[in-house]
């Protein structure tokens, strides 16, 4: 079973649609949950940490579910901009300070 | 937050031979990270460089293969050695960037094709 396990997509969406990915991690000792994106032949960059709590950064919204080991990531009025691969990142934990990162969700938002 | 300067960012190198990949960072910083992407896949770890001692390594990847370098806080190298096809790859190195809401902030990577 992998680390962390993502929907590969592709999620093909119209412009303005609201679409979620969800992501599940297997290490109940990870401390720090991200979302990154990452654009065709480009290094991944950080879109948003995610708390317990949960977070939202204008269109994002981030959610952790600790007891399920479940992480999800909103997209609300998506964006021809927002194509991209979105990898969900864990910290791995116990001491372990690398990433380790899901296989990434394609997602490609048509006009 | 934490700049990285990685180079080179690409090249096409010929089997058996070796490539050390560079990162500078503007910062100091305590661990870098160096990661694989094979093409289509997600990011693997291959170790971790901190200064000062060898660099842990994730399984499956051995020192005599991805030497690596941490002479100082800014700066690492990671040589892919004896490389054949297999090795196409991009490599990417990266630090926890304190500045960036505990992100981790990646440099540009280095595309690697070995014919």
């Known amino acids: 079973r992998k680390e962390v396990e993502q929907d590969p997509g592709p999620f093909n969406v119209p412009e303005g649609a609201t679409v979620a990915f969800n992501c599940t991690y297997s290490n109940s000792a990870s401390q720090s949950f991200f979302w990154y994106r990452q654009d065709c032949r480009k290094e991944p960059k950080l879109l948003m940490s995610v708390y317990s709590s949960g977070n939202e950064d204008g269109r994002f919204t981030a959610q952790l579910n600790r007891a399920s080991q479940y992480i999800s990531l909103l997209i609300r009025d998506s964006k021809l901009s927002d194509s991209a691969t979105y990898l969900c990142v864990v910290n791995g934990g116990t001491g372990r300070r690398a990433l380790t990162f899901g296989s990434g969700t394609r997602l490609q938002v048509q006009p | 937050s934490a700049v990285i300067s990685q180079k080179p960012s690409r090249d096409i190198c010929q089997r058996g031979t070796s490539l050390t990949i560079q990162c500078q960072v503007d910062?100091?910083?305590?661990?870098m990270f160096w990661y694989r992407q094979q093409p289509g896949q997600s990011l693997t770890l291959i170790a971790t460089?901190?200064?000062?001692?060898?660099?842990?390594?994730e399984s499956g990847f051995v020192i005599d293969k991805f030497p690596i370098s941490r002479p100082n806080l800014t700066f690492s190298t990671l040589t892919v050695s004896n490389m054949s096809p297999e090795d196409s790859s991009i490599y990417l190195c990266s630090v926890e960037d304190l500045e960036a809401t505990y992100g981790y902030t990646f440099g540009s990577g280095t595309r690697l094709t070995v014919v």
């Open positions: 910062s100091q910083v305590t661990m």
């Open positions: 460089a901190n200064q000062g001692s060898e660099a842990t390594y």
